[in-house]
């Protein structure tokens, strides 16, 4: 039986921090408290663990109610806490500092340095397994981030876990928590960071990480396959195709075939020779698996076909297996230990995971200076004649037909003019890290019926349905009128969405770039942009579909805005920019208009992006822009949900409410014709608790008004005119999937949305009475004056922010 020094919780006989947990000792050990500090000797008084050389010497051993022990010297001055020196666990009143970290244990009956670790980064907490990250904090729904200062520590307190900078002043990013008396944040010997309250009934976890299990990366032992890993249900392990379970008490799945075996990274034979890769060979897992690590480094090479990437792993001894993505070309690889297997998200076809594995003899039997004779007799001799030479001319056969390729793609460049076009900044040899997938013109040409089945138009250009030759259905965007700013804008698409991933994103899955011919090529979204399916005059849209939309949409931009590893910023959130797929899943598209900050960047730009009626007032006020003028995009597109109707457009008069409120006061919302700003109509409803009022008409009493009131609040509380008021992106997820309470519009905040509704007002009377289709409005005091149409399909523009605000 093992025995450590611990200090325990008793309400919830939880141990918060071990000295010796490398060293263990029997029962018959001993700790000393002496001048020098603590000592921990074993039965023969052999030195086990000890305190470091203090500054003076130890005078007392205090331990504390939130549970440090500190040694003191006469003056109660502290000479050593536990707390500066954590284990696996931190509670209230603990820091984890930069530089510090929790190590998982072994297990939870020993409690030796374990394989999992969190540590902190500038900007975030990341766990790791042998060195390789497998979750950051920030990816979490429930985590907020709220400035962009570098992270100086860790701790939790009664109502939340928070990443503190700016010497504490600062926020960088928080998860709320139940209210408890005590909290522990711990690192299990499972891999997740759990943080436990303790209540009445003991303690109840608050907060997982990662909340899927099957991204621990041994959850399920070396290539184990793991299903179903949510924390709804357990993780259900088996193995992959041509695999089978271990025997002899290991851990995890070995090759079926009996004449393989796994290698270990960088193993040696006994006279330490590596091994030759001509007995290296591959065995599938299976299509739409993943691994943890391909989600946190980068390929290390790209555009590269399948045997590249595999003879690259063949010649590294720590590359123990490979996922290769088929429509980028990109050679992910595994390093130096093997995790489990994970189904992929989707189930994505394109992403091919491969382990590398030891044909014949083992290594231990494996000797490259013995006779061929003392080998396995089981392997072909012949085979060992031929296959130098089969490869050679291998070799030379491929490296004909490359140069047979190169010659006829110089021939096609001149055909087409792109060497003339390369002095004016030509895309040809645009390149970065992860770019997807190339095309070339002709090929897009074909899979188009050569631009024949037109389905949208964008800023841009026009976008078309086309077919590729492996039968998968795409959307073509075809850049027209492609200047310096929309090449500028055309290679930042291609950097950006080459390089995300997510349920709620539209995938980018590749590109094309000959001389002035620039095309995007988008997986199809079958069933169109949201603006089509809300505004038009098909199938009405259920409110169950829009609150799926709603929230799908949220999970995006909160994945844009946190979950990548530099903050994204749409600048164009409107139902255009929404597409569905089956069962109306929505995703967002067109990045065009994105930038990529880091979170030491200054977020200020001078340039007004976006698209009116969904643009928030500080591009007007020299303020600075934030991903929160995309959570006021996202505030408009709500409204629009709840209607079915576009913010700016005329409404009949039995859409919006009377002619007078419940005061008895003539509503700014609608005038004598019935035009009515809905924004300003929901601000009304809202204070007045009508919410059925705001409810698209053609939804036929199938919602209830406490299902209208979340949208209506939550989007409320999004277009707050002050941007620090609104709430980000993953705070709003957490509203609208009930996990976090509802927030409260700030009604002096929201006053300008009366302000607009007047203006709407007057303009679109004006429009009507005099017959004039233009409008000016002035968009600040030194600004020149913007025209803009008033009518159903657009909306006025802004005005200065001590107009729209009025008197304060």
């Not at 920030?138 to 709220?146: F, G, L, R």
């Not at 436990?196 to 041994?218: N, R, Y």
């Not at 949208?456 to 086309?466: L, Q």
Request: glycine residues 8%; negative net charge.
């Amino acid at each position: 039986m093992n025995f450590y020094l611990c200090i325990i919780h008793v309400a919830s006989n939880t141990i918060i921090w071990s000295a010796n947990r490398d060293t263990s000792i029997s029962s018959s050990g001993k700790m000393y408290l002496t001048l020098e500090g603590i000592t921990i000797s074993d039965q023969n008084r052999n030195l086990k663990w000890s305190t470091p050389p203090l500054s003076s010497s130890v005078h007392a051993l205090q331990l504390t109610e939130m549970g440090n022990l500190v040694l003191l010297d006469q003056f109660n001055g502290s000479l050593w806490e536990s707390f500066h020196h954590p284990t696996d666990t931190i509670v209230i009143g603990q820091r984890l500092a930069s530089g510090m970290l929790l190590s998982s244990a072994v297990s939870d009956n020993n409690f030796s340095t374990g394989d999992y670790s969190l540590t902190l980064r500038a900007s975030d907490a990341i766990l790791q397994w042998h060195g390789q990250t497998y979750w950051k904090l920030s990816m979490n729904t429930k985590a907020y981030w709220n400035s962009n200062y570098v992270v100086e520590y860790l701790a939790i307190n009664r109502t939340g876990l928070f990443l503190f900078g700016n010497n504490g002043s600062a926020v960088v990013i928080q998860v709320a928590l139940s209210p408890s008396n005590f909290q522990i944040a711990r690192l299990d010997s499972s891999g997740q960071f759990t943080v436990l309250g303790l209540s009445a009934d003991g303690l109840e976890q608050q907060f997982v990480g990662p909340d899927d299990g099957c991204e621990i990366p041994f959850i399920c032992g070396r290539v184990g396959l793991c299903t179903d890993g949510t924390t709804s249900s357990s993780p259900t392990c088996s193995c992959p195709t041509q695999f089978h379970v271990a025997l002899q008490n290991a851990t995890g799945c070995v090759p079926s075939d009996a004449s393989h075996s796994l290698p270990v990274a960088c193993q040696s034979t006994r006279n330490g020779s590596q091994l030759n890769s001509s007995v290296v060979s591959y065995s599938g897992v299976g299509y739409g698996m993943d691994y943890f690590s391909n989600h946190f480094s980068e390929p290390i090479k790209y555009g590269v076909n399948l045997s590249v990437c595999q003879d690259f792993c063949s010649r590294e001894c720590s590359c123990l297996g490979i996922f290769y993505e088929n429509s980028s070309g990109s050679c992910y690889v595994l390093e130096n230990v093997l995790g489990s297997i994970m189904l992929g998200s989707g189930g994505d076809v394109n992403l091919l995971g491969y382990i590398k594995v030891l044909i014949g003899p083992t290594l231990t039997n494996f000797n490259p200076n013995n006779d061929l004779r003392d080998q396995n007799q089981d392997f072909p001799v012949a085979a060992l004649v031929l296959l130098p030479f089969t490869g050679f001319f291998l070799l030379i056969a491929l490296s004909f037909l490359w140069w047979r390729r190169w010659r006829l793609k110089n021939a096609m460049d001149e055909k087409l003019g792109h060497r003339n076009s390369l002095s004016s900044g030509d895309l040809d040899t645009f390149y970065i890290p992860g770019l997807p997938q190339r095309f070339d013109y002709e090929e897009l040409e074909v899979a188009t019926d050569n631009f024949k089945f037109l389905i949208g138009s964008g800023g841009f250009g026009a976008v078309y349905k086309g077919t590729l030759l492996d039968k998968t259905v795409v959307a073509v965007k075809k850049i027209t009128n492609l200047g310096v700013q929309g090449k500028k804008e055309f290679c930042t698409e291609i950097a950006v969405i080459g390089n995300i991933h997510h349920v709620n994103l539209v995938k980018l899955r590749g590109f094309c770039a000959q001389g002035r011919k620039c095309l995007l090529v988008y997986e199809y979204m079958n069933r169109g942009s949201l603006d089509r399916n809300l505004f038009g005059n098909g199938p009405v849209l259920e409110w169950q579909e829009r609150f799926d939309i709603a929230l799908g949409t949220a999970r995006g931009l909160a994945y844009l805005h946190s979950g990548c590893e530099h903050k994204i910023i749409h600048f164009d959130i409107k139902p255009e920019n929404i597409l569905l797929h089956d069962h109306f899943q929505a995703k967002i598209s067109d990045f065009g208009l994105s930038k990529l900050l880091t979170p030491e960047q200054s977020s200020l730009f001078t340039t007004m992006r976006g698209t009116r009626g969904y643009l928030a007032p500080e591009w007007l006020t020299n303020s600075a822009i934030s991903e929160k003028t995309d959570v006021y995009s996202f505030g408009m597109v709500l409204l629009e949900l709840v209607s079915g109707r576009k913010n700016c457009s005329v409404r009949s008069q039995s859409h919006s409410l009377d002619d007078r409120n419940s005061s008895g006061v003539h509503s700014s919302s609608s005038s004598a014709s019935g035009l009515v700003y809905f924004p300003l109509l929901a601000l009304e409803m809202h204070e007045q608790g009508r919410y059925l009022e705001l409810v698209d008409p053609r939804l036929e009493k199938r919602v209830t008004s406490k299902e209208v009131e979340i949208l209506v609040q939550v989007a409320l509380c999004c277009v707050h005119e002050e941007p620090v008021l609104r709430p980000n992106m993953s705070t709003v997820v957490g509203m609208l999937e009930g996990e976090i309470p509802l927030g409260h519009p700030r009604l002096k905040s929201l006053n300008f949305l009366r302000f607009y509704g007047r203006r709407f007002t007057e303009a679109s009377m004006i429009e009507e009475e005099n017959g004039q289709s233009d409008v000016m409005f002035f968009a600040q005091a030194d600004a020149s004056p913007t025209s803009t149409r008033i009518g159903s399909n657009t909306c006025f523009s802004y005005v200065s922010s001590q107009q729209v605000s009025g008197p304060r």
